[in-house]
């Protein structure tokens, strides 16, 4: 992991919005509690992840398999970017 980073998670081989939430599961300390929705991150977002520092890679095979929800994610990320200190970067 890049130490600018607090997060680094990559995209690449991902299949399935299941595979897609195991990852953010496996990489992220989520609560116990989240729902593995978009709107569910969004909340852990704007709550406990206000400072966090995110890259995706990956994101070029993810958005091919993926499609409207990585758009979505991406989106989603956005808002959140704009509404906290957080920073989330999407890597080809």
């Known amino acids: 992991m ?27 300390p989520l609560p116990e509690y989240y729902g593995g929705t978009l709107d569910a991150l969004y909340d852990v977002f704007t709550d406990q992840g206000r400072k966090w520092s995110i890259r995706f890679t990956g994101c070029v095979e993810a958005e091919a398999i993926l499609g409207k929800y990585m758009r979505n994610f991406k989106k989603m990320c956005q808002r959140a970017v704009g509404e906290t200190e957080m920073t989330v970067e999407f890597e080809d």
């Open 2 to 28: 890049n130490d600018e980073y607090d997060y680094e998670i990559d995209l690449g081989r991902i299949y399935s919005v299941d595979e897609f939430q195991d990852v953010l599961r496996e990489a992220l």
